[in-house]
């Protein structure tokens, strides 16, 4: 299926590519992540990719597949569902561009408490491995 071009770069990512680069290219400067499991906005492209890296690795494995997308143009709604360590992780992304084309805001909501939980500890531990590397 053909999505609108934004959409369809970010599907591409999260489906295959996987890569800083493929990434980088399609954030905003000044974007925001919410995450389901840190109560502030985190704000800025390097502490979005690390959030959206870490979580291409955990919770965007081998099972991860979109279940309803509603592409709207300069925005978009996606369910997604996943499997981590036999517990089923049932989420939404929703995703703005902007007119150049650039992510700008990525909210990630998650169920249930369980998946969230588990969610939670594996991206901490992921992230926490990534600065490990970095640092």
């Known amino acids: 299926?053909?999505?609108q071009a934004n959409?369809?770069?970010w599907m591409d990512w999260i489906l295959k590519d996987h890569s800083?680069?493929?990434l980088a290219g399609q954030l905003a400067e000044d974007v925001v992540f919410y995450s389901p499991v840190v109560h502030t906005p985190q704000k800025g492209k390097m502490i979005t990719m690390g959030y959206l890296i870490a979580a291409g690795e955990t919770i965007g494995n081998d099972s991860f597949k979109y279940t309803?997308?509603?592409d709207c143009g300069e925005r978009a709604v996606l369910e997604f569902e996943t499997e981590m360590d036999g517990i089923l992780v049932n989420g939404i992304?929703?995703?703005e561009w902007d007119a150049d084309g650039k992510i700008i805001e990525f909210k990630v909501m998650?169920?249930?408490?369980?998946?969230v939980n588990m969610v939670h500890a594996q991206m901490g531990?992921?992230?926490e491995k990534m600065k490990a590397l970095q640092g």
């Open 7 to 9: 959409l369809q770069q």
């Open 125 to 127: 531990a992921m992230l």
């Open 20 to 22: 800083p680069e493929g």
């Open 68 to 70: 309803r997308i509603f």
């Open 1 to 3: 299926m053909a999505y």
């Open 93 to 95: 992304d929703m995703i």
């Open 110 to 115: 998650l169920r249930p408490l369980k998946a």
